[in-house]
């Protein structure tokens, strides 16, 4: 399969996924922070950037596509766990929602992302 189907293929998978976060954000939204579309779009772009630099590590040596996939994953935790402190500490009233909402889109976004990769990886390997 050539790069470019490759990219559309995830591209478009993450659009539905994505659409189906927001699609039962909509439902939950009483239980979510009024800050889940933004959340939504911040985790959309992430994956999107994420895959990008993923691959193009991937293409230069696979040791440090590894590298690189470990060192962004403990950039990105540390982020995102700064991300809630901050909120949290800024507005006290919503910090238990906005917590539960990111750390639950996080695990969404995570997870398709790790099943994406671990999918690639066995068809590179030839499994």
Request: overall charge positive; aromatic content about 18%; hydrophobic content about 55%.
């Amino acid at each position: 399969m050539e790069k470019k189907t490759k990219d559309s293929i995830f591209i478009r998978q993450l659009c539905l996924l994505t659409l189906v976060v927001i699609v039962a954000s909509v439902l939950l939204r009483d239980m979510l922070t009024i800050w889940w579309p933004a959340i939504a779009g911040f985790f959309f772009i992430v994956s999107i950037v994420m895959y990008f630099l993923s691959e193009k590590a991937k293409k230069r040596d696979m040791r440090r596509f590894a590298n690189f996939y470990m060192a962004s994953t403990a950039v990105k935790m540390v982020l995102y766990l700064a991300i809630i402190f901050v909120y949290a500490m800024t507005f006290k009233e919503d910090a238990k929602r906005f917590a539960i909402t990111f750390l639950a889109y996080y695990l969404i976004f995570s997870v398709f992302e790790t099943y994406k990769l671990s999918k690639k990886e066995k068809q590179h390997d030839g499994r």
